[in-house]
């Protein structure tokens, strides 16, 4: 074999070979492209079934708070139910506690004029109800009530003097200073005037005014001496008067 038929073999095979490897590599391109479709397709098909998961969880979760809605709807409309019942059980507490009242109130000792009512009225029997049943600031509310609907009943100056042991029965004793000290100016012969004076005192004494509560008590015992809120004035005063070692 001469040289030139040895260039030409040796070129045959070098477009042989360099043929092949074209073939190999876009081979191996093919099978590398093929193998990240696959891929993709893995994912995608993993994004889709956590997609499905999370929504199957979404509609959980709205379903369960449709319920919610509805339990606490039927909460509401059973807290609102009871309230009514409650309501309507401190109705009838408050008119049996008028009826059987451990309070006793002499309003009037006189018997009732020919021709008059001897009973109170139903506003005042109501607002007396509530303070007999402890309820301060509901009597007020009903005694004041009465007091703006019947400025002309017997039963005003009760009214006044109650709403005071209202306010005294709370520890608001200048509310209630200012109750009482409107009965003694406004019904000074009322029986409820003494009563007044003496809570007057009391206020004083509570608020650590000592000169004004003797001042009440003196005042009390001069111009109301027969009656029992006197009794006790001269009791408070002959314990104020007694040395520090001598009380109990």
Known sequence: MNHLQKLGLLALGT???????????AVKR???????????????????????????RLATLEERDAQ??????????????LKEVNQALQAKV??????????????????????????PPQGYVKAFGLYSTNNFSGAIQAFELFLKEQPASEYV???????????????????????FQKVVDGWPRH???????????????????????????????RSYPASPAAVKARERLMSS??????RH
Do not use: M
Not at 99 to 115: F, M
Not at 199 to 210: F, T
């Open 68 to 81: 919610r809605t509805a339990v606490f709807k039927e909460l509401s409309d059973g807290v609102r139910e």
């Open 157 to 179: 100056p009760n009214a006044q003097y109650w709403i005071g042991e209202c306010y005294y029965s709370v520890s608001d004793l200048p509310k209630a200073l200012v109750a």
């Open 30 to 56: 093919q099978t590398e492209t093929e193998t990240k479709v696959e891929h993709l397709f893995q994912i995608a098909g993993g994004i889709e079934a956590r997609l499905n998961e999370l929504s199957g």
């Open 15 to 25: 477009l042989l070979l360099g043929g092949c490897a074209a073939n190999d590599l």
């Open 94 to 119: 408050q008119t049996a506690a008028v009826v059987a009242t451990p309070k006793v109130e002499v309003v009037n000792p006189d018997p009732a004029p020919k021709g008059r009512d001897a009973g």
């Open 191 to 221: 029986l409820k005037a003494s009563d007044a004076l003496l809570k007057i005192g009391y206020s004083y004494a509570a608020q650590k005014q000592p000169d004004k509560a003797k001042a009440s008590f003196e005042r009390l015992i």
């Open 241 to 246: 008067d007694q040395p520090a070692s001598g």
